[in-house]
């Protein structure tokens, strides 16, 4: 790895960041990975580049976007008003798994949720991936919650 750069998604980084969401099993099938990106990306995108307690990452090596998250800072009332940082949608680029850049993104992110006043960070992962599980916990992270979902 050269010296990475972490730095706030544009319009003109869709292809690259949806190319990453559709490429592992799960992804192809819920992704439209079209290089026209789709308007529900980009309406998606210039939401959470509104909201100032979103952040969507890019990580360069170089000029190549090797990864991408999203970073959630959410206030609550909970734990004496504890704010939290939310991970979203970690996805390295399939030429670069394997090679400790997840753990670099990870440690940027936990830094940048510090630096944004949050004492808790918190993620999902789908219970199909139980490398991730591992890598997570590798980092540091607790499986103390069940989460659920509904389809509306």
Same mark, same amino acid.
Not at 8 to 16: F, K, M, N, S
Not at 48 to 52: E, L, N, Q
Not at 82 to 92: H, L, M
Not at 122 to 126: G, H, S
């Given at each position: 790895m050269?010296?990475?750069r972490y730095r706030?998604?544009?319009?003109?980084?869709?292809?690259?960041i949806v190319g990453m969401l559709a490429d592992d099993v799960l992804g192809a099938l819920r992704e439209n990975a079209?290089?026209?990106?789709?308007? *529900?990306?980009?309406?998606?995108?210039a939401e959470?580049?509104?909201?100032?307690n979103q952040f969507l990452?890019?990580?360069?090596? @170089?000029?190549?976007?090797? @990864?991408t998250l999203q970073l959630t800072f959410i206030p609550g009332l909970s734990r004496n @008003?504890?704010?939290? *940082?939310?991970?979203?949608?970690?996805?390295?680029?399939?030429?670069?798994r394997g090679g400790r850049l997840g753990e670099a993104m990870f440690a940027w992110a936990i830094r940048e949720c510090r630096a944004k006043g949050c004492s808790l960070v918190?993620?999902?992962?789908?219970k199909a991936r139980p490398d991730a599980h591992r890598f997570y916990e590798r980092l540091g992270f607790e499986p103390t919650h069940i989460g659920y979902k509904i389809e509306i």
């Open positions: 050269r010296e990475l706030r998604a544009t319009a003109a980084d869709l292809e690259a079209s290089p026209a990106v789709d308007d *529900g990306y980009r309406a998606a995108f959470i580049d509104a909201d100032p990452c890019v990580v360069e090596d @170089g000029q190549e976007i090797v @990864g @008003g504890t704010k939290r *940082g939310q991970v979203e949608a970690v996805r390295i680029a399939s030429d670069r918190q993620l999902t992962t789908d």
